[in-house]
């Protein structure tokens, strides 16, 4: 198989980065492999969510972290935690697994609920909303002191991810002296992107997947031809949503609490830089995207 142009020059510079940060920093090079992994297939998954957007349908969306938030913040308030100012603890909660799939859930019908009034609107003025409801979000969370911590956030939660760590699993991180919290949620973050990447496979060569694609060609033509291209928008919309709330808890779990401070609007353009940097439109671009941008 011939290489293009464009993959030698990234596997040169992913290699080149590789090595300069492990003869820059003065950590054990297996720390450092494992911290950088662990963030690449967090924001990966966050932009593959995003390229579902962008990539597959062509819309706008610059309000990308909103959507990581929703998931973390619902599922890290339905399973055991301490919040606000003095730590209040909330010691009842739901097993995490549900918990997980109703945070999931939860920023796919956030994403429907912002699409609703907005998805009529194309290029820059979608844009402009997506950015302003992530704005909303996040100021809300801050005010909503009593339930969400507000400015001091979700200070500690249940270890409930944790607990699914198997005993070979711990030799290995104890061996290395490595953080067996971190390389955890890293290996579930690249596991989820494995099973996310052949459920798109299969959905975009469906027609559904096909018909999003000539949504983001020509949304006139697709309704010529009698199809709903709103619905479709609505759908594509959920779907990314989706997949970034389940970044979103990957990232709160890695950094072991969560403050409104972690879903500003720059996180959002970091996942456009990453899902750039892979190729638009490539399903397994933002995996190679993400590595690069952490490497780099």
């Not at 619902?74 to 399973?79: A, C, E, N, Q, S």
């Not at 890293?186 to 559904?208: C, Q, Y």
């Not at 983001?216 to 697709?222: L, M, P, Q």
């Not at 609505?234 to 979103?248: C, D, P, R």
């Amino acid at each position: 198989m011939k290489l293009s142009a464009k993959w030698v020059v990234t596997i040169f510079l992913t290699i080149f980065s590789i090595y300069l940060v492990f003869v820059l920093n003065e950590e054990g090079p297996l720390r450092i492999l494992f911290n950088l992994l662990t963030f690449a297939g967090i924001y990966g998954l966050a932009a593959i969510g995003l390229n579902v957007h962008f990539g597959l349908t062509g819309l706008l969306n610059f309000g990308h972290a909103s959507f990581m938030g929703v998931g973390a913040y619902v599922t890290l308030l339905l399973i055991p935690h301490a919040a606000g100012r003095e730590g209040e603890i909330t010691e009842s909660g739901l097993p995490f697994f549900l918990a997980l799939l109703i945070g999931i859930i939860s920023a796919s019908l956030f994403g429907l609920l912002l699409g609703l009034p907005a998805i009529r609107l194309r290029g820059d003025y979608l844009a402009i909303v997506t950015i302003a409801a992530a704005e909303i979000f996040r100021l809300l969370v801050r005010d909503l002191e009593s339930i969400t911590g507000g400015v001091y956030g979700i200070i500690n939660f249940s270890d409930s991810l944790q607990q699914y760590r198997p005993i070979y699993f711990e030799n290995f991180v104890s061996k290395y002296e490595l953080n067996p919290s971190q390389v955890w949620v890293g290996l579930l973050s690249w596991i989820s992107i494995l099973f996310v990447l052949i459920f798109l496979k299969r959905l975009t060569n469906s027609p559904w997947g096909r018909a999003l694609r000539a949504v983001r060609e020509d949304e006139d033509a697709v309704r010529a031809l009698g199809k709903n291209a709103v619905w479709l928008k609505l759908q594509s919309f959920m779907l990314g949503a989706g997949i970034a709330g389940l970044a979103g808890v990957f990232l709160a779990f890695n950094y072991g609490s969560l403050q409104t401070t972690t879903f500003v609007p720059l996180l959002t353009f970091y996942v456009w830089a990453i899902m750039i940097l892979g190729g638009v439109g490539s399903l397994s671009g933002p995996i190679f995207g993400s590595v690069i941008f952490w490497v780099i």
